[in-house]
């Protein structure tokens, strides 16, 4: 058998750096974040915790690279450059990838969200997520201050509450939410 290539050992890195964060999804979401341990994190990955403690130097790290993760790939499916001005149609794919997020994974974006409802994990997302939120909400901002609203900041938190009510009820009831009725309601609304 031939030694692994650098290539090999960077797959196995990957894979194994996402199962330990898929396990830590579960274990901070069903345990509370302060509740678990790198212990039970390593029990539910099935690795040893030392080799956590090879690609996480603590319980927070962890965290924060999860919830870090799941916000870029979810940044990186609606496909938003925060240099590009957002344009109708662009809004209109937003609120259809926003709304499908939640629809194509709901376990994981259930978790995600039980996770971030945590009073204890709260300061630590905002903390973290706000730098990298800023530049979405001020996109969002101007797209609501070019359609003359006259309160864009305050049209941006509401369409933002709005779309977090609409994720959580797919989330909490998924086969009976009329996510095609509500979409085009948003877009009536919003864009």
Same mark, same amino acid.
């Given at each position: 058998m031939a030694p692994r290539s650098p290539e090999q050992f960077a797959e196995i890195r990957e894979v194994r750096r996402h199962q330990i964060l898929d396990a830590a999804l579960h274990v901070f979401a069903e345990d509370s #974040?302060?509740?678990? *341990?790198?212990?039970?994190?390593?029990?539910?990955?099935?690795? *040893?915790?030392? @080799?956590?403690?090879?690609?996480f130097k603590s319980k927070?790290? @962890?965290? !924060?690279?999860?919830?870090? %993760?799941?916000?870029?790939?979810?940044?990186?499916?609606? %496909?938003? %450059?925060?240099?590009?001005?957002?344009?109708?149609?662009?809004f209109i794919d937003v609120i259809h990838k926003s709304v499908d997020v939640s629809v194509q994974n709901p376990q994981r974006?259930? !978790? #995600?969200? *039980? @996770? *971030?409802?945590?009073?204890?994990?709260?300061?630590?997302? &905002?903390?973290?997520?706000?730098?990298?939120?800023?530049?979405?909400?001020?996109?969002?901002?101007? #797209?609501? &201050?070019?359609?003359?609203?006259?309160d864009p900041i305050t049209m941006m938190r509401y369409y933002s509450a709005v779309m977090d009510g609409v994720q959580l009820h797919i @989330?909490? %009831?998924?086969?009976?939410?009329?996510?095609?009725?509500?979409k085009q309601m948003m877009i009536d609304q919003f864009a």
């Open positions: #974040y302060h509740g678990s *341990s790198i212990a039970a994190v390593a029990k539910r990955a099935k690795v *040893s915790k030392g @080799l956590i403690y090879n690609y927070e790290e @962890l965290l !924060l690279t999860l919830i870090t %993760d799941l916000f870029d790939e979810a940044m990186e499916l609606m %496909d938003v %450059d925060p240099e590009v001005p957002l344009t109708h149609e662009k974006w259930k !978790l #995600y969200m *039980s @996770l *971030s409802f945590q009073p204890d994990v709260t300061p630590l997302l &905002m903390e973290k997520m706000l730098p990298r939120i800023q530049p979405f909400m001020i996109q969002m901002n101007n #797209y609501f &201050m070019e359609r003359g609203h006259q @989330l909490m %009831d998924p086969q009976n939410f009329p996510v095609d009725k509500v």
